[in-house]
């Protein structure tokens, strides 16, 4: 599979992407939804997280993938741009950076990145898809040397549902991606939570039941030990989003996520607490917001070098109705279930 | 609106207007109905493999539907899934098959 840009595929562009979810349909907006919900407008408060997405540069083609990444992607943050995040985080307070991609370390500066963000005594997260761990072969000894909390994705605990959206052999390659974590520390002494996420056009399940099959199974086949599990919701953009629409789901979904809305996962989206900088220096409130182009808005800086903390602190958030993936059922965010 | 089939998919949304000319019973249907399936002894993963089971052993085309996205929602897969219809079809294939005693019986009671 190819990325939808290799393949100039419509919805490679985000304003079809835009176009096609803002659309008239029954499902109001979202902003309106939380006005009928007796919501305020969303609003950011305190900045806990810094979510660096590094490139679209990816060693996977994943089904599902919100980023449209690939190994035919070429974009990636640059060392000048890498250099504008860690001044922003010299002059503030937020105490985490959350790596993301593509798979982030394949640019080739995320190894500097890590450690002069450690000597800035902030936490680190990297979020990555296991079988990188087998294309560089000492990354995982450089993740636990230096401390960094791994999020790692797997969408199910058997192979068939993993390999069907991840691409084949994904599964196997993974375990033995934990394996290897495991036998550093991980899951243990070091940080290691998993990603769930639907292999479908249908809601996560509860991520406490879930937890508990993935340990028990994950366990009991192959002796992997983690600590959490994160379920996150599919989120209607790009290559799920060309899913969706290829299988004639689109609007079932939509719905589906509208009519799942739950004002109880509302403050604890994750956009409300996190600035996201995409790989050429923007600013977005999410990764989903970065894919979709919906740059942080009214009035908020809008690139890293004009990073003021106390601003984004207060900025409204710009949404759609991609933002009911965030909010249906038990909520999703990047650390999971918020409700 | 009447359809050229019996079964019509968007008429699942209707059921509620079940409940429309009998509002006490629909409500003491839905308490029930939403007690059964939450977590007790059993998962709520387990309970939807079972309705999914049941759904398929009355053959209702829109319990078919919802339970096969409970299912998958609870974090079931599609040999789970799968095996749970097996199941339905096993007890009613044997269900057939155990009145073969009461045909022998019946047979042996009047044949020589």
């Known amino acids: 599979m190819q990325s939808l840009l290799r393949r100039a595929h419509p919805l490679s562009s985000t304003a079809e992407q835009v176009k096609l979810l803002e659309g008239d349909r029954a499902v109001p907006a979202f902003a309106a939804k939380l006005k009928e919900a007796g919501l305020p407008a969303l609003a950011a408060g305190a900045l806990d997280v810094m979510q660096v997405n590094v490139g679209k540069l990816c060693n996977q083609t994943c089904r599902h993938c919100h ?124 940080k290691l939570n998993l990603v769930y996420n639907p292999a479908g056009a249908y809601l996560p399940a509860s991520q406490k039941s879930l937890e508990r099959d993935f340990k028990r199974e994950l366990q009991r086949r192959h002796g992997i030990t983690f600590h959490s599990l994160y379920t996150i919701t599919n989120m209607p953009i790009s290559r799920f989003l060309e899913f969706l629409a290829d299988t004639g789901n689109f609007e079932a979904y939509i719905e589906k996520l509208a009519n799942a809305f739950n004002p109880a996962a509302v403050p604890a989206v994750m956009c409300r607490s996190m600035i996201s900088v995409g790989w050429d220096g923007r600013l977005f409130d999410c990764d989903f917001n970065q894919m979709l182009d919906l740059e942080t808005g009214f009035g908020a800086p809008r690139h890293i070098r004009d990073f003021d903390e106390a601003a984004l602190a207060k900025r409204r958030i710009v949404t759609g109705r991609h933002c009911y993936g965030c909010t249906a059922g038990a909520g999703s965010s990047c650390g999971g279930a918020t409700a | 609106m009447a359809h050229d089939s019996y079964y019509h998919a968007p008429d699942l949304a209707k059921f509620p207007d079940v409940g429309k000319d009998a509002p006490e019973l629909w409500n003491k249907f839905l308490g029930w109905y939403g007690a059964v399936f939450a977590e007790g002894a059993l998962s709520e993963r387990e309970k939807a493999l079972i309705a999914l089971a049941v759904a398929h052993s009355v053959q209702c085309p829109y319990c078919i539907d919802a339970y096969t996205t409970a299912c998958l929602e609870k974090g079931s897969n599609l040999e789970q899934m799968t095996e749970a219809v097996h199941v339905a079809a096993a007890i009613r294939g044997g269900a057939s098959l155990v009145h073969g005693v009461q045909m022998r019986n019946a047979a042996g009671k009047v044949k020589m």
């Open chain 1, 67 to 190: 980023v449209d990444a690939g190994p035919d992607r070429t974009e990636v943050m640059t060392r000048e741009t890498f250099e504008l995040c860690l001044a922003a985080l010299r002059k503030s307070s937020i105490p985490t950076v959350d790596i993301t991609g593509g798979a982030p370390e394949l640019n080739p500066d995320f190894r500097w990145f890590v450690t002069e963000v450690k000597k800035l005594g902030r936490h680190v997260m990297d979020r990555c898809n296991l079988t990188i761990l087998d294309v560089q072969k000492d990354l995982a000894e450089f993740l636990a040397a230096n401390e960094v909390e791994i999020i790692a994705s797997l969408p199910y605990w058997s192979g068939k549902d993993t390999d069907a959206q991840r691409g084949a052999g994904v599964f196997d390659r993974s375990i033995a991606g934990l394996k290897r974590l495991n036998a550093l520390g991980y899951g243990g002494r070091l």
